[in-house]
């Protein structure tokens, strides 16, 4: 895999150089309420812009329908990306079109262009490959090397991401590399000694280390803490790493489903009733740890009626929204002697005051833990910030929460592989 390193080094002198970023922040209007994916680019358009590259930026945002939408424009992002650069940013009103070409020819050595969300265009995210290939045809007529720094994106295979880095010269930027580094740490543990999967061994040394699969195996006790919303979303991720981690710890509206499994009512809490099997599977191993006591409220707002009462005694009616103070203090015990943890997924509903101590009290903890601490993006990545907690407290956090999941799954990667080809 060729990296940002090796192109920097052919030199970028008044090249056009594509920047496929994760861009994805979450808006208030167009307001961004979090700009933490915006700067964790920076760093790679920084290095091109000394090199007196022409950087052409490309993300997308939300879920358009394949057609513009105000609401998804990535205006506000060129914006906010100007100002972290401390220089402006020229920002195309389309992907592929008049605003878009004219923005690109109108670059200087230095300079940098946002296109418009690329899922305003249908090719972008087809499941037909002719109708990609199309559009990144399109898209590389406009650089002269691709460099993906998008790690959120890498599962999708998807214009720019997959097809894109097939039609011109690739690099992987810093950031995917970081991720890589690693995850890489973590997913070794999910196999077996020995065992080796051409997107485990290429992507966890991904400058040419050569260590062992053993002598990469986490620090331990390994502690894996997960929320969320659904047992679904997790279910692959707990498979692969239960047979190697020490503890997980369940929060979130996830543990419904487990608490369920167990035989406790949930109320009106959320509930996967088709995850019930899996779940009883799933706490055979004796590793999962679940809430002993619950934040129970009668509806999901600010000023509802809340309570605290045991997670095996959840009154009919009532929706568990948090995991309490005594589930908080037992999963910092469990954290206070790890030495690798992995974070993914919000312990309750983090957004509102009244359900975000489990959140806080959880990462709290972990920013404590004398070791090595990911956290595995998404909402989690978003509640560090939200809380107001210290992100250099935590080893990494992660830009990529679906991407950082189908990682440590052990499925490969479409953006991995296009990098490796």
Known sequence: MKTLDDLLREGVTGRRVLVRADLNVPLDGSTITDDGRIRAVLPTLARLRDGGARVVVMSHLGRPKGAPDPKYSLAPVAARL?????????????????????????????????????????????????????????????????????????????????ELARLLPHYAGGLVLRELEVLGRLASAAQPVGAATSQRSS????????????????????????????????????????????????????????????????????????????????????????????????????????????????PDGWKGLDIGPATVSAFADVLSTARTVFWNGPMGVFELAPFAAGTRGVAEAITKVDGFTVVGGGDSAAAVRQLGLDESAFGHISTGGGASLEYLEGKKLPGIEALEG
């Open 203 to 314: 992507a966890a040394q991904p400058v040419g280390a050569a260590t062992s699969q053993r002598s990469s195996d986490p620090a331990r006790p390994y502690v894996v803490v997960l929320g969320g919303s659904k047992v679904s979303d997790k279910l692959a991720v707990i498979q692969a790493l239960l047979p190697t981690v020490d503890a997980l710890l369940v929060g979130g509206g996830m543990c419904f489903t487990f608490l369920k499994a167990q035989g406790h009512g949930v109320g009106d809490s959320l509930l996967e009733a088709d995850q019930l099997d899996n779940c009883r599977g799933l706490l055979g191993s004796g590793k999962i740890a679940l809430p002993t006591d619950i934040v129970v409220a009668d509806r999901v707002a600010e000023d509802a009626d809340v309570r605290t009462v045991p997670a095996t005694a959840i």
């Open 82 to 162: 100007g100002e972290l650069l401390g220089a402006e940013v020229a920002f195309a009103t389309d992907t592929v079109g008049d605003s878009a070409k004219s923005t690109v020819d109108g670059l200087r050595p230095g300079q940098v262009a946002l296109l418009e969300n690329l899922r305003f265009n249908p090719g972008e995210t087809s499941k037909g490959d002719a109708e990609r290939a199309d559009f990144a045809t399109r898209l590389a007529a406009f650089g002269e090397a691709y460099v993906d720094d998008a790690f959120g994106a890498v599962h999708r295979k998807h214009a720019s991401v997959y």
